[in-house]
């Protein structure tokens, strides 16, 4: 079944910087939009960011653009967020999430465990 | 934009039904058929239990329905089970490349 494997969480200190993987099994990679998705542990969800399947079109959240880069590796099956200038405000755990087939507007379907990321001082 | 209003618990005994609600705009709710639910169990990552305002997806069981009217959409869950307390998240998009979630509603079946 479709499984999305999130990694590279951890703590930070605020200003620098962390990237994220989701390394993506069992479907087709390039036929699928795909999300991150943020929840602050016992809060709800924040979508974060979505980029088209064939890598041509990245969209973001008012909140995190500018600062975050979502792009993706088609001979890998995976996908990554760059986060950059990060703050405190931005602690959440990061979900991976796949998105509509050869479209951008779409519901999502899928979504990883997430990998939790904690900006501290 | 503004998150989707969910109410924060909703609560039925076992075989009853319970209706959540999930109240948004004219700009996104009622704008667009790419609403959806996602119910969550403690730990473990959302799962999806309804696409499209009313589609179910393929496992999910016929005793989830989704609707929409005007801004607000709506997942009833009939023939309550222990097994769906859990917490449910309603999506939408939002137009301009944007989606939307809502607060969530903890379900719990007395």
């Known amino acids: 079944q479709v499984q999305l494997v999130e990694s590279g969480g951890g703590v930070v200190q605020p200003g620098r910087s962390l990237r994220l993987s989701c390394a993506t099994f069992q479907f087709t990679f390039t036929h699928y939009a795909m999300h991150w998705v943020r929840q602050v542990p016992g809060k709800g969800l924040e979508w974060v960011a979505v980029i088209s399947h064939d890598g041509h079109n990245q969209y973001y959240a008012e909140s995190v653009k500018g600062r975050f880069t979502i792009s993706r590796d088609d001979s890998r099956g995976t996908v990554f967020l760059q986060m950059n200038s990060l703050r405190p405000e931005d602690s959440a755990l990061y979900y991976c999430?796949?998105?509509?087939?050869?479209?951008?507007?779409?519901?999502?379907?899928?979504w990883g465990q997430g990998t939790l990321v904690t900006v501290s001082s | 934009q503004s998150a989707l209003t969910q109410p924060p618990s909703a609560s039925g005994s076992p075989g009853q039904s319970v209706t959540l609600s999930c109240t948004g705009t004219s700009s996104d709710v009622g704008a667009y058929i790419f609403v959806s639910w996602y119910q969550q169990h403690p730990g473990k990552a959302p799962k999806l239990v309804m696409y499209?305002?009313?589609k179910r997806p393929s496992g999910v069981p016929d005793r989830f329905s989704g609707s929409k009217s005007g801004n607000m959409a709506s997942l009833t869950v009939s023939g309550l089970q222990a097994e769906d307390e859990a917490d449910y998240y309603c999506?939408?998009?939002?137009?301009?490349?944007?989606?939307?979630f809502g607060g969530g509603t903890k379900l719990t079946v007395l």
């Open positions: 999430a796949r998105g509509g087939w050869k479209v951008v507007i779409a519901d999502i379907d899928h």
């Open positions: 999506s939408s998009y939002a137009g301009r490349n944007n989606w939307l």
């Open positions: 499209e305002v009313s």
